[in-house]
């Protein structure tokens, strides 16, 4: 079955290759295979309207979406190059100041939230592992969820922090990196006051944004000490303010599982993050996917079963 990731990959694709139209035709079959992300879809689509020097349907695909309830924040609008044919007319201003508008309102609304997944009973005196999962720059506790039900099935208790800081129509960032490691620390301790699992068996994960910041905070160990790291695709770029951590981390026995394509953007930084750990002697398996881009793998289940074998050990 074809998912929302499979078509974004295959668009991504197209848009690097300069085959706009087919872009096109596959954006809009995104819109109409899955309207709850229209706020993607829609955006896509204006994008590359853009690109094709077709101005006035851009600008009616954003007024469209954002008619039905749609917003992308103001700092996304005015540095997306695909914009700049459009940027200064007054047909674009109007949608970015009511983009800025309806952000404004969510943010003002917005909390740190968290979900928590827990696992079928372990056995009798047994204490279940926590795995901390942060999603994407983009994503929300909820959609994230989906990719971590089988290590759920598997006895392993996931807990989903969403982040305060807004980014989308029910879309969340990391980018106050400090604010987010403090609210990942809060989840923490309010997983600890509600449940009962393993301290000794914690695993901090994520994808992309949230993959750095998983790495970042394990590396560190500020907050509160983990067995590990298990990053998919995690935006990488520089490495300078992460290596102080690496040895200590190592000492402490600190173990890391990185998931990658070699088509990803970030995939330069990955490398030289890994060749940083394995200077240092901190235990962290690269998985390389071969052709695979800016997304999870397919198999993602067994990757991430052998990932949390690798952690725990």
Not at 89 to 107: D, K, N, S, Y
Request: hydrophobic share 40%.
């Amino acid at each position: 079955m074809t998912t929302f990731a499979d078509l974004q990959e295959r668009l991504f694709d197209l848009y690097a290759h300069g085959r706009l139209r087919e872009a096109l035709e596959v954006a809009a079959h995104a819109a109409e295979r899955f309207p709850e992300n229209t706020a993607k879809t829609s955006y896509w689509r204006a994008c590359l309207h853009c690109c094709l020097g077709e101005a006035d349907e851009a600008i009616a695909v954003l007024e469209d979406a954002v008619r039905h309830g749609a917003w992308w924040s103001e700092e996304t609008l005015m540095r997306d190059s695909d914009f700049d044919s459009i940027r200064s007319t007054p047909g674009f201003q109007a949608i970015v100041r009511e983009c800025a508008r309806l952000h404004a309102i969510a943010q003002e609304a917005a909390g740190p939230d968290l979900l928590v997944l827990t696992p079928p009973g372990p056995g009798r005196g047994e204490l279940a592992p926590l795995l901390i999962a942060l999603h994407s720059r983009g994503g929300n506790a909820r959609t994230f969820g989906r990719f971590w039900d089988a290590v759920v099935a598997s006895g392993i208790m996931v807990a989903l922090p969403q982040s305060s800081q807004v980014c989308g129509k029910d879309e969340f960032c990391w980018d106050n990196e400090s604010l987010a490691e403090s609210e990942v620390a809060s989840a923490c301790s309010r997983v600890a006051e509600a449940h009962r699992f393993d301290p000794g068996r914690v695993i901090l994960a994520g994808a992309s944004q949230g993959g750095r910041i998983a790495t970042t905070m394990a590396l560190k160990g500020d907050a509160f000490q983990s067995r590990g790291f298990i990053a998919v695709v995690p935006a990488v770029r520089g490495i300078d303010e992460i290596v102080p951590f690496i040895e200590p981390a190592a000492r402490r026995g600190v173990r890391g599982y990185i998931i990658t394509g070699d088509k990803d953007q970030f995939y330069q930084g990955v490398r030289r993050l890994h060749a940083a750990m394995e200077d240092r002697a901190l235990r962290c398996e690269l998985d390389v996917r071969p052709s695979m881009g800016h997304r999870f793998p397919p198999d993602f289940p067994a990757t991430l079963e052998r990932a949390v074998n690798f952690i725990l050990g």
